[in-house]
């Protein structure tokens, strides 16, 4: 359960070393600054959306590879490259992708950049009828609030208007979101696209659907604690400010820890240690590596929850009072009992993975 | 109600609004972009504490308001408990410091026992090896300025290095809040018990709306150590402070957390209503006498709990005015 680049430099993988066979690929495209390669920082590297100016332009495919819940091959292509030329061999690289990730400067004049999309989906579509294709619209902080929907409007209507000439009128593997590193929506659609290839998303929705109901939860999602990217959520529909402070919780859980608490960062504990928690060792000499639990209250009776459940693999809660007034502990004690069945199951699922 | 009159000066665009709006009204750092040159003064009424009243005035700092304010009759240095002058570490002319000069003439008339704060701002633009030699070497440059002797005899002078893209602005801010409040020596006796009886490693006391930290205990540290308290103790303002303000995008405000980490328990409560305290516990101490199980930390945290309950009544008498 961590990203596979372990030195603190936190370098990226050089393409083609590394892959991970059974891994799911996902391909971030786009022209040349549009801002893949701050995306894949800003979330994966925790930079500073304001650092992301000194970034120099990717030169040669870069892999990033993510493994948590799934395990997923992040490949920038640089934009300066033409993928769909004929001359370039693609095919393989379509039929493995499990999704296109295709980045448009919303601050730039976007119709080339539309009219290459256009190209890519075509080659991609030939090549793997079920890939899907998420356009980001992105810098959209740049734009006026007013001005936002009406440029995710003029973008989609020209996509399918030249899908449509192109005979791809059919082509309903595509979406498209307004993104920008400068606040957390870039953390919501990257979540919802990942969380689309993993296989077992049904029953881990299911088992967090269970959860919710037993303890009276508004709200609950699976995270990772290092990119603060949610895995699965249950059923109910999501609202953004909500994704957004169980978001900033895990930053401040991870901030506090590793300013108060120590070596969490320190990944010493294997796996298989970290899965069987009851079995830690008693000796005084080994200090055990503890999960982390975070509990904080707000005004009008919300109660937000963090449990690491695997290691660096959270499950939040979102609870709201319905002014009953229950005995705070006594939630508490349900939530923690709850969670531990919670994590029993996780573990059933992924036990032929772990 | 009588207020303490806290003048924030220095030249246009150095960041003093920059630095008002972060700690007094929840900016972060990348909003100050958005600020305008402010036109003459800006005043803010702050309460921190049982009535520590402050009147913060953000003077514009463009020449011309500058002159104006020293001209013969301008009531804005008059009766000043402070007077924070901000340089821009790398704006600063040596113009600049002949009206810094003019300002602390005036104010030797008017208010001869003012205290004066010197930040020494935008410190992120130098390289990091360096700071603390062109801070210094700034220092003493402003040092040597004839005007400033009068109040430098009187013990009168602090000075400070900041910027907004660090904690260094906490704590410079939490030593300029220090100074004005008055004996804390109660507060700390009181701190002490506290963590003796909750075996604390640390606890640390912030004022409620700016998270400036008030006090902390263990105060006093080898010089090591006690500088990285203080580097903890500013992190952790600025952790909180931010999550404070993005509980409010749901309407909500902060109540009190409770972290379970790696080798310490760490809880923030409501203290007062103008304090939040902090305690951290390692997590040897408490596990000596309790088994593993999870629902052994809720007694745990029942029984820190409590005690911050017991607490909240004394620390409510601690009247800060009334020492005055
Ligand atoms: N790099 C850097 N920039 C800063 C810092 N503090 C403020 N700034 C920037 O400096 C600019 C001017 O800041 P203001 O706070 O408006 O300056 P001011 O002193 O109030 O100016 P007047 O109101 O005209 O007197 C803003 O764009 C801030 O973002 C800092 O610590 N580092
Ligand atoms: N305003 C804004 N700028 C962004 C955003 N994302 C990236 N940028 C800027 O866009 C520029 C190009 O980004 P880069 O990641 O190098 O693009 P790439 O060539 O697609 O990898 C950089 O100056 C980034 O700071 C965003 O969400 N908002
Ligand atoms: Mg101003």
């Not at chain 2, 390692?282 to 000596?288: A, G, Q, Y």
């Amino acid at each position: 359960m961590s990203y596979s680049d372990e030195d603190e430099s936190l370098q990226y993988n050089s393409s083609g070393s590394n892959h991970n066979n059974d891994a799911a690929t996902v391909i971030l495209m786009g022209r040349r600054r549009s801002g893949k390669s701050s995306i894949l920082e800003a979330v994966f590297h925790k930079m500073k959306p304001w650092e992301s100016v000194y970034i120099e332009s990717t030169a040669k495919p870069e892999v990033l590879n993510v493994a948590s819940l799934i395990n997923i091959n992040l490949m920038e292509l640089p934009g300066q490259i033409d993928y769909v030329d004929p001359e370039y061999d693609n095919s393989q690289m379509f039929r493995q992708t499990g999704a296109i990730i295709y980045v448009i400067d919303a601050q730039d004049e976007y119709y080339g950049a539309v009219r290459n999309l256009i190209r890519v989906v075509e080659k991609a579509y030939m090549e793997n009828p079920n890939i899907r294709v998420e356009v980001l619209v992105h810098k959209i902080d740049g734009l006026s609030e007013e001005f936002r929907d009406d440029t995710v409007r003029d973008i989609k209507d020209r996509t399918s208007e030249m899908l449509y000439d192109g005979g791809l009128e059919s082509f309903a593997g595509i979406d498209f979101y307004q993104t920008s590193i400068y606040d957390q929506s870039i953390y919501e659609v990257l979540s919802k696209i990942i969380s689309r290839l993993i296989p077992e998303l049904p029953s881990l929705e299911h088992l967090l659907d269970n959860f919710v109901q037993h303890s009276a939860i508004e709200k609950a999602f699976i995270c990772d604690l290092k990119s603060k990217l949610y895995f699965v959520t249950d059923s109910s529909p999501l609202d953004s400010k909500i994704y957004e402070v169980c978001a900033e919780l895990i930053d401040l859980s991870i901030d506090l820890d590793s300013l108060l608490g120590g070596n969490h960062d320190d990944d010493s504990s294997s796996l298989e240690g970290s899965i069987t928690e009851g079995a830690i060792t008693d000796g005084e000499s080994t200090p055990k590596q503890k999960r982390l639990r975070c509990v904080s209250k707000l005004s009008s009776g919300i109660k937000l929850y963090l449990h690491e459940v695997l290691k660096d693999l959270c499950l939040i809660a979102f609870i709201r009072d319905d002014g009953i007034g229950a005995d705070d502990s006594a939630t508490l004690a349900v939530l923690d009992y709850n969670a531990a069945i919670f994590r029993k199951g996780l573990e059933r699922i992924f036990h032929d993975r772990l | 109600m009588s207020y303490k009159n806290i003048l924030l000066m220095g030249k246009s665009g150095s960041g003093k609004s920059s630095m008002r709006n972060m700690i007094f009204s929840n900016y972060s750092a990348i909003d100050t972009r958005r600020l305008g040159a402010t036109i003459d003064v800006e005043r803010t009424q702050i309460r921190l504490l049982n009535n520590l009243n402050l009147s913060l005035m953000d003077c514009g700092g463009q020449d011309s308001y500058m002159l104006n304010y020293i001209k013969a009759g301008s009531t804005k240095l008059n009766n000043a408990e402070l007077l924070i002058y901000v340089f821009d570490i790398e704006g600063t002319q040596p113009k600049d410091f002949e009206i810094f000069n003019l300002i602390l003439n005036t104010l030797k008339n008017l208010s001869p026992r003012c205290k004066i704060f010197l930040l020494v701002h935008k410190m992120d633009l130098v390289n990091e090896e360096e700071r603390e030699k062109v801070f210094l070497d700034f220092y003493v440059g402003v040092k040597s300025s004839s005007n400033l002797k009068f109040f430098l005899d009187q013990n009168n002078v602090q000075c400070a290095q900041t910027s907004i893209w660090d904690e260094s602005l906490y704590k410079a801010w939490s030593q300029i809040v220090g100074s004005l409040i008055p004996e804390t020596q109660a507060l700390q006796k009181h701190l002490k018990n506290l963590g003796n009886i909750v075996s604390a490693e640390f606890i640390m006391i912030f004022e409620t709306s700016t998270f400036l930290k008030i006090a902390t205990h263990p105060n006093s540290l080898p010089k090591d150590e006690q500088a990285d308290l203080d580097s903890i103790t500013q992190r952790v303002s600025g952790i909180i402070k931010n999550y404070k303000k993005s509980v409010e995008k749901i309407s909500a405000r902060f109540r009190s957390l409770t972290l379970y980490a790696n080798s310490k328990s760490i809880y923030l409560d409501n203290l007062t209503d103008n304090m939040v305290i902090m305690i951290v516990i390692p997590d040897s101490k408490i596990e000596k006498d309790i088994n593993k199980s999870t629902t052994v930390k809720i007694s745990e945290e029942k029984y820190v709990q409590d005690v911050i309950k017991r607490a909240r009544k004394t620390f409510e008498k601690l009247d800060f005015s009334g020492k005055k």
